[in-house]
């Protein structure tokens, strides 16, 4: 918020206006994130009959985690986030809930 204190112009109204400014952005990526669950996902899409118990040994899943802590947060911390997430799920780690 400090950022936005000191870029912003002082006005609330225009204040509003660059906080939904900066808000755009994080809606392609978050539609891509769903189009990958709708489709390939193991846990959420055509796959999810051949893995009934789900694939992902996290909770949320890796895309569910990245979708929730990007909307949350926005891009330049969730994307991070995801890909530390995503780097994580690996044989040797044991998983886990891990909430955004």
């Known amino acids: 918020m400090g950022l936005l204190r000191r870029f912003a112009p002082r006005n609330d109204k225009y204040m509003d206006l660059f906080k939904k400014i900066l808000t755009v952005p994080r809606y392609p990526v978050l539609g891509l994130i769903k189009v990958y669950q709708k489709t390939i996902s193991p846990d959420h899409g055509i796959y999810r009959t051949i893995f009934s118990n789900g694939y992902c040994k996290f909770y949320p899943s890796c895309s569910e985690y990245g979708y929730q802590i990007i909307k949350k947060k926005g891009l330049i911390v969730g994307?991070?986030?995801?890909?530390?997430?995503?780097?994580?799920?690996?044989?040797?780690?044991?998983?886990?809930?891990?909430?955004p």
Do not use: E, Q, Y
């Open 79 to 99: 994307l991070p986030m995801t890909f530390w997430r995503i780097l994580r799920c690996n044989p040797w780690n044991k998983g886990g809930v891990d909430l």
